[in-house]
C-alpha cells in the first residue's frame, strides 16, 4: 500500500497554523509614554530599560520601594503638577506614566539626582533626555525627560541640579507648555516624585522662626 504524503505533512501544517493563531493574539509591541525606545529591544540602546542588543535584566519585585535620592525638581523650584502618574492595569493599558509639570519653553532642565546620561537624542520628532542614576541598584532606576533639547551627550556624569538640556516649545502632549517626567526600572514605570524628598515635595515659601534659647537685647531709649 502506497503511503499518502499529504497525511504526513498534515499534523506539521496544524501545528504551524496554531502558533500562527497565538503570535497573533499577542499585543503589538508599541512605543509607551515617555519612552523612546517602545520597551526593551526597540529604539536606541534597546530602549531606555534594555541594554545592549535589546535584552533586560530581571526587574525587582514590584513593591521594590524607590529611594529618594532626588535633590532638585526638574524644572522651576517648585512646579505644579499639570497631570499625575497614573499606573496602567496592563502592560499596554491607558494610563499616565509619568507626570507632567508645568514649564515654560526654554526653561532649563535639571537632573534630579546624580546619574550618568543613557540616551540624548530624538524620538519620534521630540528631544528627549535619560538619566541612569547612581547607586540605585541593579538594574538601576532611569529618569526621562522631554520635549528638551539636549545640551550634555550620552555618556556624560551629571550632578543633582545640573542642566542636562532645554525645555522645547513643540512636541508636548499637554494643553499648554510642560515636561514630561518618567522613571523606570527595567521595563516597569514607576511614579518619578517618589525620588524627592518629603523636605522637596512640600518645600514652600520661607519663613522667619522664633529665635528659643537666645536672650533679646536690651532696648536702648534714644535720647
Known sequence: ??????MRTWPALLLALMVAAVVGALPAATALDGDPGGGP???????????????SPPSPPADT???AVGRAWPV?????????WEPPATTYGRGHRGVDLTAAPGAPVR???PGRISFAGRVAGRGVVSVELNGTGDPPLR?????????????????????????????????ASCLHW????ADAYLDPLSLLPPWLLGRGPSR???????PEPEARTVP
Not at 529591544?41 to 535584552?55: K, N, R, T, W, Y
Not at 522651576?76 to 499625575?84: A, D, E, N, T
Not at 522667619?208 to 537666645?214: E, F, S
Open 143 to 175: 529618569t526621562t525627560y522631554e520635549p528638551v533639547r539636549a545640551t550634555a551627550k550620552k555618556g556624560t556624569e551629571v550632578a543633582a541640579g545640573e542642566v542636562i538640556g532645554v525645555l522645547e516649545p513643540t512636541g508636548s502632549h499637554c494643553p
Open 1 to 6: 500500500m502506497r503511503e499518502d504524503r499529504s
Open 65 to 67: 520601594p524607590v529611594p
Open 182 to 185: 518618567g522613571l523606570r526600572r
Open 208 to 214: 522667619l522662626l522664633p529665635v528659643i534659647g537666645v
Open 41 to 55: 529591544g526597540g529604539g536606541p540602546g534597546g530602549g531606555l530599560g534594555g541594554g545592549p542588543g535589546g535584552s
Open 111 to 113: 537632573a534630579v539626582a
Open 76 to 84: 522651576g523650584l517648585r512646579p505644579s503638577v499639570i497631570r499625575g
